[in-house]
């Protein structure tokens, strides 16, 4: 254990028991379990997007539906109830580990190391610690590897740390609307559980909440079963540094180097947080350490309630039955963000439905009256205090650690903008010239809230709009509907309350066209000041080509009007100099 | 040309001339550059915007618009070869010989930087010094840059006057001992001599055409004296006629396809010459050219098959309308332009094939030459 020397230690005696992904307040809605209701009674949870189709119930009723006058069926429904059971969604996702980005044991381990580090930096950054992180491959067997990540964020109580890392779809961040890296409190538990399932080896935990506290260390397995946490081993141990939390996850994988690997991961992470300090050993190296480029840490996003153009008609009708307003009225001033006395009169004026109607007696169709009124109805945007964007100066401070020597750094961010209530905001940045390649096509690198995506590039918004880019606007050659060729690195990063990625595994964005517009506009607004960089380096080049051209062509000219004219070498050498003046005072001019 | 390191004085006053201008314009250059100032050539433009049209004189002229190249680190490269080919061109006069445009070409290999790494850019220079010394009345052939094709073919009543290159002896060719062969007209024509009794000369656009009517002795038939051009007709295929023409005093008909390329690149470039080389029709353009045909009276009057006019065709026939001087002087050539593009049809001079491969000249260049006053201008 190497100590964590930190100035912010000192704070930590007075450090909240805040638990990193379990919520610190208590959420709205109620925690999601698991229960042991019956299925087929069991109602769609709006929670769980995509689960409904894990349950087989709907489909199985109605197709033992008794049927009279013909001969009995093989099979009773009471039969068949016998079969039908839950299922649980560690069991689902043990079947369906690509959705998660668990599909080969090469991507497996990025996916660790990604869902570990993504929560190490939520936490640091949540209780105001500059991160800094220790990355360490272990290869243990030929497809072995045990990946440690260790944190010097605020800790784990001792009563979370098992749901944590023991229970899918558990965390903070899901009922929230305030920018993070994780959203739904899938991915380290669905890391620990890959673990498990490819080596029988528990998640091993260690953290400590504050100088004064203890360290603990836990051996975590997950029934897959029953979704819970099951700790087989629990101890009290010595542990140098004040705070900070160390997660070992063993596992099958494959370490590659190159595109796509955990070494371009963290090296991107770098670039979209400048201010985090990284210690990373491969399996086959040595420490490399990497120094943060800024003490400023990012701006604090601040929760905010949802914005009614945001919100769906399932999820409308979920808030009237578990919010504590006494009315229509209160409940739309209450629950939404930028909702007033007038904006809600309008709103139930518009939907016809009385202000006064208690929440719980709303009906389904004045529900979806006044669903249709809050499109209708002209309401502020969202605040923005839910975004915390890199900036433009940490932007390029960031690229500048991957890309130390190109000749053009510029860097844009677009003020906030909005889809479907949620507020976003688009940075983007370049890196052009130096060393980087000239013949091949741009890279380009992905981020959602500060997290790197690697997979799935073409089908991701950001892609489509670099592509859709005119860069040859801007001096670049650019083979249609393809990234730019030439020495250029862009960096494109989206900072939302809710990145509309296209699936869980988070790793392309979803077109909708107020993000494509915004990110075009960042993207045009960087190759504007790309293209004057390239035009003046055009100049320049130009300049030198027609020196080298005056020295050229100035003897050829005057070797024949020596043919011709048969003067002698010293009237040559005359004109040749005196010609010579007459075209650089011209060049200069120009 | 090692052969030629010594150099026979030039006594000819034609040549005194050339190697005067040449020594006048390089001069030019060099006092401006002891000067301290930028040298600059002026070239007259050769578009068809600078062109006029005299019918009195019968051809093209070029205007007075003029381009003036001035020195400057775009133009040294141009310059310096201009410079090249003009120093090539007085060596070629002192030694009596001559390059072709190829063999210029090849010549600047020895210029180090300034050679040309095309021939299509030692064409365009030499272009532009052809067209800077024809303002003054020197020709390219007096500069002794010779075109690499050759002028076209010939047969009918004629005979050639040449002289043997080495032996300055001469030769008497006479066009009708060609067998199933033609004359072919070489590429410098200046020196010739004619003798013929023929009453008109047709220049005919395709080998084809050409071929059918000397295999069957048109030629004696109609007195005349057969050219085929091959599509536009080179340099010294116009010069030939031309002064064939000029000197024995008989009409040119033109027989070509009626379509905007036919009349108006073939025959008005024959005619009047052409808006890039405005500056040489007085040498090259042949005023007492008339058309013959195939006009579109008669794709009507001999039911000729057609083909469709195609895109090209109709840009052509727009702008020949629209810009072409020529056909702006000639009321109906603008009313045969009008009436093809109404048709909307082209027709082929060897259409003509379809009432029988001799119909030709059995029955349509008979009926024809017995009006020729109907010919276009």
């Known amino acids: 254990m190497v100590p964590v020397k930190k100035a912010a230690a000192k704070k930590t005696g007075a450090a909240k028991p805040a638990a990193r992904k379990a919520a ?437 918004a950001i892609s489509k709009c670099v592509t859709g880019t005119m860069w040859r606007n801007y001096g670049l050659n650019q083979p249609k509907g393809a990234l730019p060729i030439g020495p250029l690195v862009v960096t494109v990063h989206i900072a939302s309350a809710w990145v509309p990625f296209t699936s869980e595994s988070k790793e392309a964005i979803a077109s909708y066209p107020e993000i494509t517009k915004e990110m075009k506009l960042a993207l045009q607004e960087c190759g504007r000041r790309l293209g004057m960089h390239i035009r003046r380096q055009g100049r320049l080049a130009d300049a030198e080509k027609k020196k080298s051209y005056i020295k050229t062509y100035i003897p050829q000219l005057v070797a024949a009007l020596q043919d011709i004219l048969k003067f002698n070498d010293k009237q040559r050498d005359k004109a040749v100099a005196s010609l010579t003046d007459i075209l650089e005072r011209t060049r200069s001019i120009d | 040309m090692e052969k030629h390191d010594k150099k026979p004085a030039v006594t000819n006053a034609g040549d005194k001339r050339v190697i005067a201008r040449i020594t006048e314009e390089a001069d030019g250059i060099y006092q401006r550059i002891l000067k301290s100032q930028k040298p600059e050539i002026s070239f007259p433009v050769r578009a068809l915007s600078n062109v006029k049209y005299d019918e009195r004189l019968g051809y093209f002229e070029i205007g007075r618009q003029k381009k003036h190249r001035t020195m400057s680190v775009g133009t040294i490269k141009t310059f310096a070869q201009t410079m090249r080919l003009m120093a090539l061109s007085k060596e070629l006069v002192e030694t009596d010989d001559f390059a072709t445009k190829r063999d210029a070409y090849y010549q600047s290999k020895n210029w180090e930087e300034a050679r040309f790494d095309a021939q299509e850019e030692s064409d365009a220079v030499m272009d532009d010094i052809e067209a800077l010394f024809s303002t003054s009345g020197v020709s390219r052939e007096e500069l002794r840059y010779y075109p690499d094709e050759h002028g076209g073919q010939v047969a009918g009543q004629l005979i050639v006057i040449d002289r043997d290159w080495e032996t300055k002896k001469t030769i008497r060719i006479d066009c009708t001992a060609f067998g199933s062969g033609a004359y072919s007209i070489p590429s410098s024509v200046e020196h010739f001599g004619f003798e013929t009794k023929a009453k008109f000369i047709l220049a005919i656009e395709t080998g084809g055409m050409f071929q059918r009517l000397a295999a069957h002795n048109f030629w004696k038939k109609a007195n005349c004296i057969l050219v085929s051009m091959g599509g536009v007709p080179t340099r010294s295929c116009r010069r030939f006629i031309r002064r064939l023409s000029d000197e024995k005093k008989i009409p040119v008909y033109v027989f070509v396809d009626c379509d905007p390329y036919g009349i108006a690149n073939i025959y008005r470039t024959l005619k009047v010459g052409s808006g890039n080389a405005a500056h040489v029709s007085r040498f090259f353009s042949v005023p007492k050219a008339h058309f013959l045909g195939v006009t579109p009276n008669d794709i009507e009057d001999f039911k000729l098959p057609t083909h469709p006019l195609k895109e090209i065709d109709i840009k052509r026939a727009k702008d020949a309308l629209k810009n072409d001087p020529f056909f702006k002087r000639h009321k109906p050539w603008q009313k045969a332009i009008d009436k093809l593009m109404g048709m909307g049809v082209r027709a082929e001079q060897q259409a003509l094939a379809k009432w029988g491969l001799n119909y030709v000249l059995d029955e349509y260049l008979p009926r024809k030459l017995r009006e020729p006053g109907k010919f276009l201008p």
Not at chain 1, 159 to 169: D, E, M, N, S, Y
Not at chain 1, 216 to 239: C, D, G, S
Not at chain 1, 439 to 456: K, S
């Open chain 1, 24 to 460: 610190a307040k208590k959420p709205a809605a109620k925690p999601v379990r698991q229960t042991n209701k019956p299925a087929a009674a069991k109602a769609p949870q709006p929670a769980l997007p995509g689960l409904e189709t894990a349950e087989p119930v709907p489909a199985a009723v109605a197709e033992t539906k008794p049927r009279k006058g013909e001969p009995p069926a093989r099979r009773t429904a009471i039969d068949m109830a016998a079969a039908q059971r839950e299922i649980s969604v560690a069991e689902f996702f043990t079947k369906n580990r690509h959705l998660l980005g668990f599909d080969n044991p090469r991507k497996a381990l990025l996916t660790t190391v990604k869902e570990a580090v993504d929560n190490a930096l939520d936490a640091c950054e949540e209780a105001g610690f500059l991160p800094e992180l220790r990355v360490e491959l272990i290869q243990t067997a030929e497809n072995r590897f045990t990946v440690i990540i260790e944190d010097n964020g605020p800790g784990i109580v001792k009563a979370q740390a098992p749901k944590i890392f023991g229970k899918l779809l558990y965390g903070s961040k899901f009922h929230r609307l305030k920018q993070s890296r994780g959203q739904q409190g899938i991915g380290i538990s669905a890391a620990a559980m890959y673990g498990q399932l490819t080596t029988g080896q528990p998640c091993k935990i260690t953290s400590r909440i504050g100088a004064k506290h203890p360290a603990h260390y836990f051996e975590i397995m997950l029934n897959t079963q029953k979704n819970a946490p099951e700790v087989t081993r629990e101890l009290e141990i010595e542990w140098q540094p004040e705070h900070g939390t160390k997660v070992e996850i063993a596992l099958e994988a494959i370490f590659q180097r190159g595109k796509r690997s955990v070494e371009e991961y963290l090296d991107q992470v770098l670039v979209a947080n400048p201010h985090v300090t990284l210690h990373y050993k491969a399996p086959d190296g040595d420490w490399s350490h990497r120094e943060r480029a800024t003490q400023q840490p990012p701006i604090e996003a601040v929760a905010i309630k949802p914005h009614p153009y945001g919100v769906e008609l399932g999820m409308l009708m979920q808030m009237f039955k578990t919010t504590v307003a006494r009315n229509v009225h209160g409940f739309l001033c209450h629950e939404f963000s930028r909702v007033g006395g007038g904006v809600a009169n309008e709103i139930c004026a518009a939907a016809k439905v009385p202000a006064s109607r208690p929440p719980r007696n709303v009906t389904r169709q004045e529900a979806e009256a006044l669903y249709t009124a809050i499109q209708q109805t002209k309401i502020q945007r969202p605040p923005t205090n839910c975004l915390s964007p890199i900036g433009e100066e940490l932007m390029l401070a960031g690229l500048k650690r991957l890309v130390p020597d190109a000749e053009l750094y510029t860097a844009v961010s677009r003020v906030p903008a909005v889809y479907r209530g949620n507020p976003f905001l688009v940075e983007a940045a370049v890196a052009y010239g130096g060393k980087l390649p000239c013949e091949e096509p741009a890279e380009l690198i992905r981020f959602a809230n500060r997290v790197p995506l690697q997979y799935q590039q073409s089908a991701c």
